[in-house]
């Protein structure tokens, strides 16, 4: 597997409290990225960073934020929890922007 | 809203068999990528076509894209139990700079 480690792997939260989640890589990728998986829904894009401090919206970026201070590390912050935001949430990291993706092994989020 | 389409959802072979999934898109891509995952586990990368090849190979697997029809097709051969798992499609956008996902075909493979 290539290099990327999120933490935690299983988390339970309760309505309205805030979540973070942390995706590390060792392989100094420029672009990192957060999808959730939902059955019926695929992949869905939420955020990503092409860089330090740069970020961009997905598809799904409502209720989440992100942040990028090094180029290893990208925590996705689920700012108020809500029941429709449990899921499966996967870091991916990615050299440029047009080639293959690398994935996490996923965090588990059941918001309670 | 999904770029890539899936089909068939899922799809039961038996071992040494054939299995052939296939992804439709809607508007024009830079790159079209499957990926595999198995259960519980990430994605994991298979093969990447660009909008300016037709066919690409990658041991069992066959990828074909045509653009024309804005569609590709992903084919496993002498499939394995091994390779039972969901497929997914995902093309890549310069525009937008966004590669995105369907809702991914479920192969089973039978011994």
């Known amino acids: 597997d290539a290099g990327i480690t999120q933490s935690p792997r299983h988390k339970v939260t309760e309505t309205g409290t805030p979540v973070t989640l942390r995706c590390h890589q060792t392989?100094?990728?420029?672009?990192m990225y957060w999808y959730r998986q939902d059955p019926g829904h695929g992949l869905r894009l939420i955020h990503y960073s092409y860089g330090v401090k740069d970020t961009d919206k997905g598809e799904v970026s409502d209720g989440y934020s992100v942040s990028r201070s090094k180029t290893e590390d990208f925590l996705l912050t689920l700012e108020s929890a809500t029941s429709s935001q449990t899921s499966v949430y996967f870091c991916?990291?990615?050299?440029?922007?047009?080639?293959?993706?690398?994935f996490g092994q996923g965090t588990r989020l059941t918001v309670v | 809203s999904q770029q890539g389409e899936e089909d068939p959802q899922a799809l039961s072979i038996q071992e040494g068999e054939n299995a052939t999934m296939n992804c439709s898109y809607k508007t024009s891509i830079n790159n079209l990528q499957w990926y595999r995952q198995n259960s519980g586990r990430g994605l994991v990368h298979l093969i990447l076509?660009?909008?300016?090849?037709r066919e690409k190979h990658s041991g069992r697997l066959r990828v074909t894209l045509d653009t024309s029809k804005k569609s590709s097709s992903l084919l496993i051969t002498a499939s394995r139990a091994a390779d039972t798992a969901s497929y997914f499609c995902a093309t890549y956008k310069a525009a937008g700079n966004k590669l995105t996902f369907g809702g991914g075909t479920r192969v089973l493979v039978k011994p």
């Open positions: 076509i660009r909008s300016n090849e």
């Open positions: 392989e100094n990728h420029r672009y």
């Open positions: 991916a990291i990615s050299e440029s922007r047009d080639s293959e993706a690398f």
